[in-house]
């Protein structure tokens, strides 16, 4: 037999055999479509049954790929590091190299001299505080730090600090510089310019403060619904007094309250009162009008910088 026979014969089979699965779809095909007419025939009832009996066939659904978020890590800021390096650096001497702050002061930045201060030389700074960072390409950075003496001098250091690429690595690679402290700056004008004289809004902050500063009375009296400020506690003053109330608006200083809803910016100078003397305060506040009367309706936070309205610090 030649091969071309022999390869249209073993071809043969494959068509014949699509042939038969095609016919055979065919047939149940038009079974079915009798199936379904006959059951229309028959009645609801029937359908509803022949309906339920149909096999059904339920995709599942493709699981969610998860979602990878990346978040960037802000830079670590070396400025209390800088600070720990100085406090111990200018309280340790070449003389005692095994002293804990000598050796503080290596193991932060092992490359670094010690100091080798006189007898009679300044004594060791009352306080250290780092005052301001600046980040430098490679990782660096320059921290400026503070030293306060006890008879009121200061005097600034800039720090190198290395800080390592996961952020939780530092080394102070070079020895303090004394540099020149900061300038100061005309500060903005006050948006208080207007003068508050005696009265409700007066008579009000008086009672407010007098509640959250030396716990006399409840604070929540004098506050705008929706707000919530908790009083100082434990009460750090005994007696506290209103010294001069400065405001943005100048409905403020009216006579008479004015309509439900108005509200004003006020400055408040305040003067605290405990055992150990008179403290000089000043707080930055909104009051709102209702019912004939001021209600505190924010108190400016001193740690955020944001007011407390309707609860939220």
Known sequence: MSPGKQASESEAPVPMAAG??????RRRVRLSRLAVWTVIAAGPIALAVAVASTPTTVEAATPATPTSVRTEAAPAEPGGY?????SAWLRSSTDDATSAQARLAHSLAPDVELPDPAADAQPAPQSVTAVRSTQRAGGAWSVTVAAQYT???????????????AGSSFTVTGAPGVVAGPDHIEAAKS??????????????LGEFFAAYLTGSGEVSRYLAPGVTLSAVSPAPYTAVSVQQISAAEQTAAAEQVPADGTTVRVLVQVEARDTGGRWPLAY????????????????????????QIGGAR
Request: net charge negative; proline share 5%.
């Open 82 to 86: 800088a600070q720990v390096f100085v």
């Open 191 to 204: 948006p208080y310019g207007v003068s508050v004289p005696d009265g409700d809004l007066s008579s009000a």
């Open 20 to 25: 038969a699965r095609l016919e055979a779809m």
């Open 151 to 165: 008879d009121g001098s200061v005097r600034y250091y800039t720090v190198p600090v290395a800080v390592g690429s």
């Open 284 to 307: 930055e506040l909104t009051l709102r009008a209702r019912s004939g009367r001021w209600e505190v309706a924010a108190l400016e936070s001193g740690e955020s910088g944001t007011a």
